[in-house]
């Protein structure tokens, strides 16, 4: 069974560019997660999207946009890129309803390292 | 909203020691979820453990066993029989059903764990 498997896994951006990354979930996993990690703030939690729709969103600036597409793999875009957004970006699935309603259990890709320079 | 404080930044042990890593956290829910991950050097986020708030009795998975004080607001994580492979950066995470996402988590900042031969 495929894991989560987030794209590219490098890339390299300079300031004030965009940058869309990729995320495939576990299959039938239908929520998506996407989590930004650095050396400071550690793991913080960007957006989660259940069924094409935004259920959550942490607190990011508008530059940070998801979306999810019908058959679950969701997409992340960072606009205008500051050199703050250098970071590994994680995307999570889970699967509803597993084990016990609402028991979250998040499965990880191995990220995406985004330098912005 | 909810913190999570992991006191211990870096910890070591020796292999087939027994470990104990801390976490304390903060809400005023009475229902939710915590977790371990472990992320290895390089390597992706795992799950390591998982405790439902609502069961009084510990979990535990093979080396891996958890102290969970509700009381309290604690939930540490013991590692028996360290193996080498142990070494990885350990995040205690809380998650709850609440904010309309069962799939949002609050992670600490982490606890680097070396097991040393």
């Known amino acids: 069974k495929a894991g989560v498997t987030q794209t590219p896994r490098y890339l390299i951006k300079t300031r004030g560019q965009q940058v869309t990354l990729s995320c495939s979930p576990i299959s039938g996993h239908r929520s998506v997660s996407w989590y930004q990690q650095t050396p400071g703030q550690g793991l913080q939690f960007l957006f989660e999207?259940?069924?094409?729709?935004?259920?959550n969103k942490g607190n990011f600036p508008g530059r940070f946009s998801g979306r999810q597409f019908s058959n679950s793999r969701s997409e992340m875009n960072v606009s205008t890129l500051e050199l703050g957004d250098s970071a590994l970006y994680l995307c999570?699935?889970?699967?509803?309803?597993?084990?016990?309603?609402?028991?979250?259990?998040?499965?990880f890709g191995a990220g995406s390292r985004l330098t912005v320079l | 909203a909810q913190t999570v404080t992991q006191s211990q930044p870096e910890m070591s042990v020796q292999e087939a020691e027994t470990v104990t890593l801390s976490c304390t956290y903060d809400?005023?829910?009475?229902?939710?979820?915590l977790f371990w991950y472990k992320q290895p050097p390089s390597r992706q986020m795992i799950l390591v453990i998982r405790?439902?708030?609502?069961?009084?009795q510990n979990a535990t998975e093979n080396r891996f066993s958890v102290n969970f004080q509700k009381a309290a607001k604690s939930f540490s994580l013991k590692i028996s029989d360290s193996q080498l492979g142990d070494t990885a950066m350990y995040f205690c995470a809380f998650g709850s059903n609440s904010g309309g996402s069962n799939y949002k988590l609050t992670f600490g900042k982490g606890t680097l764990l070396t097991v040393n031969p």
């Open positions: 999207y259940f069924s094409e729709t935004q259920r």
């Open positions: 405790q439902e708030a609502y069961k009084q």
């Open positions: 809400t005023s829910e009475n229902n939710y979820y």
């Open positions: 999570a699935s889970s699967l509803v309803g597993q084990s016990h309603s609402g028991a979250n259990v998040l499965t």
